[in-house]
């Protein structure tokens, strides 16, 4: 299948995944979103790692303003995003320019990103009269609330160093180099075994924030232990929540 606004690469298991309408700065179409939503259902089964990136200048300018807003939209919406987000896949962006509106929402969906020193980041959805609800709401996941209220109500940027410190992104790159970068980081995940792979990220995506849950949650998963394959007793990493329910038999 060719795509119109889509380019879809894959070599052993890493894919590489092209926002491809640079004359739109790769603004998040229906016909866009579809054919994201087949390559997530039919064509990532063999693939460890994809890297999602922006053909152009701009990685993504968020949702195609132009489109007429049809019932349901915001519900569609957020189905593709957590999809994206719920999927087996090790996926890292490669914003290698301006994140706008759900632009941010699919660098939230990733599991890493690396940022070009232009990739500035932004909420405009309020100076069209618009609230931006799905772009907060997946945003929530990777900073706190007050920064996504500062920017969802300001619709100021902010800067991929300030990105970084808050931990939306993981680095910037030096000019020019996130898509090298980010292949890199595909090329060391992919060599890792799959089942560890699913795990990692089942773990890291589950795991509670507060301190009493995660431990709950750990006891459950113990520290370097594959749900599907225990590891030797000797290379299992004891949870501190375990540690103390000995203690206290």
Known sequence: MTF??????????IATITLNRPDQRNALNRV???????????????????????AGPSFCAGMDLKEPVGH?????????FKQLYNCNTIFIAALNGPVV???ITLASACDLAIA?????????????????GVAAAMLHLSIPKKVVAEMALTGLPISPERAASLG??????????????????????AGFDQGALDTAK??????????????????????????SRPLPEDR??????????EEEK
């Open 72 to 80: 349901g939209e915001g519900k569609d919406q957020w189905s593709f």
């Open 236 to 245: 299992v990493i004891e949870t501190r929540f375990n540690q103390q329910e």
């Open 168 to 189: 939306l992104i993981n680095r910037v790159s030096a000019p020019g180099e996130c898509r090298n970068e980010a292949m890199r980081l595909a090329k060391r995940i």
């Open 4 to 13: 119109d606004y889509l380019q879809f690469q894959s070599e052993d298991a």
């Open 116 to 132: 070009e020193p232009t990739a500035t980041f932004a909420l405009p959805q309020i100076t069209h009269g618009i609230y931006g």
């Open 32 to 54: 866009l979103r579809s054919e994201f939503k087949e390559v997530l259902d039919s064509r990532l089964d063999s693939i460890k790692v994809a890297v999602i990136t922006g």
């Open 202 to 227: 089942y773990v890291i995506q589950n795991v509670p924030d507060d301190d009493a849950s995660r431990e709950a949650a750990l006891k459950e998963v113990k520290l370097g232990q594959f749900l």
């Open 101 to 103: 509106g759900a632009g």
